[in-house]
């Protein structure tokens, strides 16, 4: 009885949302249907499953609770939401699979049209822009990292669920530009940037991360007023949260570009990449045989 009502206390959301549960449900079903439908290998299907299983455990269960209550929870949720999660799901390349798991009168009659409508097209360019997304991917880090949003947003529920959302999505933007397995075009980013764009991303990270770590004072003192969930030193979590930031951030980047990498290797060995035009090739030709006879 005591284990059941354990896992009963993890599986019971802390705060109950209809919508999260509708939407994650939609999301699952469209996919088992899809992935009837389509081929999908079990490596494609377990990222997927497990990345759905990260949301839904940040942020429908009672790790919500410690998320609120505890600095370095908090920053373990963050980190789930923003590199995890979303690292996993764009890995699965989900995209096809969810649009074969629709009805066709979904797609004739709801996406297509959705997809063709300007609302989305601009909301889909500027998210999917490689600028915006890359700054949108590391400012919202830094900016829920200031004491003050950070107080905000545990003082008011809607900044908190903004808070959240905010850094999944910007996550899905994100990886889903660097993590592209198309040339570019049609791809928005170009192979090489995709590689270097974690390093750049990573940057900050660490550096925020290194300021709180090493911070002597407690900079978030907002856990002290919602009431922390532990009871060890108030420094010792906010270490353990500026670590958090610093080195398993910096990891799933690391990773994200290795992965960048391989899919550079494979679009360049298929033959994939975007080769210069003709005339600059001839130019370039034409340079190399006049300095070979100046020589």
């Known amino acids: 009885m005591t284990v059941t009502a354990t896992l009963l206390k993890w599986i019971v959301p802390w705060e ?7 939407g994650f449900v939609l999301t699952c079903v469209l996919y088992l249907r899809g992935s009837r439908r389509l081929s999908v290998s079990r490596s494609r299907r377990l990222a997927f499953w497990i990345g759905m299983a990260i949301i839904y455990l940040s942020l429908h269960t009672y790790l919500d609770y410690y998320a609120e209550h505890e600095f370095f929870m908090h920053r ?10 979303p690292l996993l799901i764009v890995t ?8 074969a798991g629709m ?50 947003a545990m003082l008011d529920w809607r900044i908190y669920r903004f808070m959240n959302w905010s ?7 994100y990886w889903s530009l660097v993590l592209d397995h198309r040339p570019h075009p ?26 709180v770590t090493f911070s002597k004072t407690d900079l978030y003192p907002i856990f002290e007023i919602c ?14 949260g500026g670590v958090i930031i610093w080195v398993p951030s910096a990891l799933l980047e690391s990773i994200g570009g290795l992965m960048a990498l391989r899919q550079w290797l494979r679009l360049s060995r298929n ?5 210069k035009p003709l005339r600059q090739r001839s130019a370039a030709a034409t340079a190399r045989v006049n300095a070979g006879r100046s020589s």
């Open 16 to 22: 109950f949302s209809w919508v999260f549960l509708a």
């Open 167 to 173: 850094m999944l999505i910007s996550g899905f933007a």
């Open 271 to 275: 033959g994939r990449l975007p080769r």
């Open 186 to 211: 049609p791809g928005r980013m170009t192979a090489g940037l995709r590689v270097l764009s974690p390093a750049l991303t990573m940057t900050p990270q660490i550096l925020a991360g290194a300021i």
């Open 76 to 85: 373990i949720q963050q980190l789930l939401l923003h590199h995890l999660a």
């Open 92 to 99: 699965a390349f989900p995209g096809t699979v969810l649009r």
């Open 103 to 152: 009805p066709l009168a979904w797609r004739v009659h709801v996406l297509q049209p959705l997809r063709r409508s300007w609302p989305w097209r601009i909301v889909s360019g500027v998210l999917l822009n490689p600028t915006v997304a890359t700054l949108l991917f590391i400012g919202f880090i830094v900016i829920w990292l200031i004491p003050s949003m950070q107080t905000l």
């Open 227 to 240: 009431g922390r969930a532990f009871t060890f030193n108030v420094l010792t979590g906010q270490l353990i």
